[in-house]
C-alpha cells in the first residue's frame, strides 16, 4: 500500500475578537462622575471595535462634555453617533466627535453659544464677560467651523439659536466629511447617509 503525501495547508485561520459597545448620553449633561463608565469604555476600546454612542440631550456642562470629547478623540475603536430627536449644545459637539452618525427622520440638532452667569465685584463681572467671550468665540469656531456657514457662525456669535433638522444635519456633515477628505471612500459613504432623505458653563 501506497504511503499517501501530505501536503502542507494551504489555509491559514486567525480568529480575531471584536467588540460592540451601546452607551446612553440621555438627559441633561452633569458631573463628571456621571460618566466614569463612558470615559471607561473609550479608554478600553481597541481598534477594530465599535461603540454606538446613543444621544438624546439638551445639552449641559461644557467641562463634562469636553471630558466626552477628548475621550472621544484619543479613543482607537471607531464610534458612530446614533442621534435622536433632541441634540442641542453640548451634545451637538459631542455628535460631531464621532466618526459617522446615523440619522432619523425626527433627528434634531440646536447650536448656539455658551451661556453662563457670572457673580461679585462690577470688575470681576466684567472682567469675567470678557474672557469668556473670547472663550466662546473658540470653542464655537473650533466645534462648528467647518460644520455650519459662515453666516451661521457669525449668527451664533451674535447669540442667535440655530436649530437643524435631519436633512439639514445630513447636508452639512456630508459637506464637512468631503472637505476633509475628499477620497472615493468618504464621498461613497456620504452617499449612504444621504440616502435616508429620500425614503459650571452651559451649552
Same mark, same amino acid.
Given at each position: 500500500m501506497n504511503d499517501i503525501e501530505m501536503k502542507p495547508s494551504q489555509v491559514i485561520v486567525r480568529s480575531i475578537q471584536h467588540t460592540e459597545y451601546n452607551l446612553y448620553l440621555h438627559g441633561e449633561i452633569g &458631573?463628571? /462622575? =456621571?460618566?466614569m463608565e463612558h470615559f471607561a469604555v473609550f479608554k478600553?476600546?481597541? %481598534?477594530? =471595535? #465599535? $461603540?454606538? #454612542?446613543? $444621544?438624546n440631550s439638551p445639552g449641559g456642562s461644557l467641562s463634562t462634555g469636553q471630558q466626552l470629547?477628548?475621550?472621544?478623540r484619543e479613543c482607537q475603536a471607531y464610534i458612530v453617533a446614533v #442621534?435622536?430627536?433632541?441634540?442641542? &449644545?453640548m451634545a451637538s459637539a459631542i455628535a460631531l466627535e464621532a466618526d459617522e452618525v446615523e440619522i432619523d427622520e425626527l433627528s434634531t440638532m440646536l447650536v448656539h453659544s455658551l451661556s453662563y452667569r457670572v457673580g461679585? +465685584? %462690577? !470688575? &470681576?463681572v466684567y472682567t469675567q464677560a470678557l474672557f !469668556? !467671550? @473670547?472663550l466662546n468665540e473658540r470653542w464655537v469656531k473650533s466645534t462648528y467651523g467647518d460644520f455650519l456657514t459662515e453666516t451661521e #457662525?457669525? /449668527?451664533i456669535l451674535k447669540g442667535v439659536d440655530i436649530i437643524l433638522d435631519a436633512e439639514q444635519i445630513a447636508e452639512r456633515w456630508n459637506a464637512r466629511q468631503q472637505s476633509r477628505c475628499g477620497c472615493e471612500h468618504c464621498l461613497d459613504e456620504s452617499e449612504e447617509i444621504s440616502e435616508y432623505q429620500e425614503? =459650571? +458653563? @452651559?451649552?
Open positions: &458631573s463628571p /462622575d =456621571d460618566f478600553t476600546a481597541g %481598534e477594530g =471595535d #465599535l $461603540i454606538r #454612542l446613543y $444621544i470629547i477628548t475621550h472621544m #442621534l435622536g430627536v433632541e441634540v442641542a &449644545s461679585g +465685584t %462690577e !470688575n &470681576s !469668556n !467671550n @473670547k #457662525l457669525g /449668527d425614503g =459650571d +458653563t @452651559k451649552c
